[in-house]
């Protein structure tokens, strides 16, 4: 179907470490949204990728969407306490509706 | 981006009884999003809420567990009726802008 499939579930780091989630579907994408959710908050609006093998950078965060646009991924440099929460990905379905895949929690051993 | 106001921003409610959410926009909208995150869930959506007519709802949602009032282009509510303690979550409503959602700070439920 449309729903995407987010890996790791969880990830522990060290501070200063690097982080990556990924994000893959089965068919192909019209887009890939990426948002974070801090402990206790709200989803929070990233990025939006659109184009094949499109790739992104927010300071040091860098977002890339596949070639076959069925895939993306979101990669932390250097990770901070800051950039504890939870990371979802999703895409706009057929219907237009978003769709959310199931969120990777980012904790920061400090 | 659209500014969202949701309240209440958190509750706690008897089993049996109903709470109404609010969320106000600072322009107007099209379309209104319900959304439910369970605990360590993911986003659901519950219905699409459009100005004048009714709300669309997801499978598995009805519109007599989850009345939606939309009275004009910047405002809307949900209603979750005869809780129980299942319906404890996070409530979010959103609005999209060129297809970015953007979220109210959501309402925490605690049904006992």
């Known amino acids: 179907g449309q729903q995407v499939m987010q890996i790791p579930q969880y990830q522990h780091v060290q501070e200063g470490e690097d982080f990556t989630t990924y994000c893959n579907s089965s068919?192909?994408?019209?887009?890939i949204q990426w948002y974070k959710q801090r402990p206790g908050g709200h989803p929070v609006f990233l990025i939006q990728?659109?184009?094949?093998?499109e790739v992104k950078k927010q300071k040091r965060l860098t977002f890339q969407f596949g070639e076959a646009k069925k895939n993306s991924s979101l990669h932390i440099t250097a990770t901070q306490t800051t950039d504890v929460g939870t990371y979802f990905c999703?895409?706009?379905?057929?219907?237009?509706?978003?769709?959310f895949g199931q969120g990777t929690t980012l904790q920061v051993k400090p | 981006s659209a500014v969202i106001s949701q309240k209440p921003s958190r509750d706690i409610c008897q089993r049996g009884t109903s709470l109404t959410i609010q969320c106000q926009v600072d322009?107007?909208?099209?379309?209104m999003f319900w959304y439910r995150q369970q605990p360590g869930q993911s986003l659901t959506l519950i219905a699409t809420?459009?100005?004048?007519?009714?709300?669309?709802?997801e499978s598995g949602f009805v519109i007599d567990k989850f009345p939606i009032s939309r009275p004009n282009l910047t405002f809307s509510t949900l209603t979750v009726s005869n809780m129980s303690p299942e319906d404890s979550s996070i409530y979010l409503c959103?609005?999209?802008?060129?297809?970015?959602?953007?979220f109210g700070a959501g309402t925490r439920l605690s049904v006992l």
């Open positions: 068919t192909t994408l019209s887009n």
């Open positions: 322009s107007q909208v099209t379309m």
């Open positions: 809420a459009n100005q004048g007519s009714e709300a669309t709802y």
């Open positions: 990728l659109v184009k094949s093998g």
């Open positions: 999703s895409h706009s379905g057929n219907t237009g509706k978003l769709i």
């Open positions: 959103s609005v999209e802008e060129e297809t970015v959602q953007y």
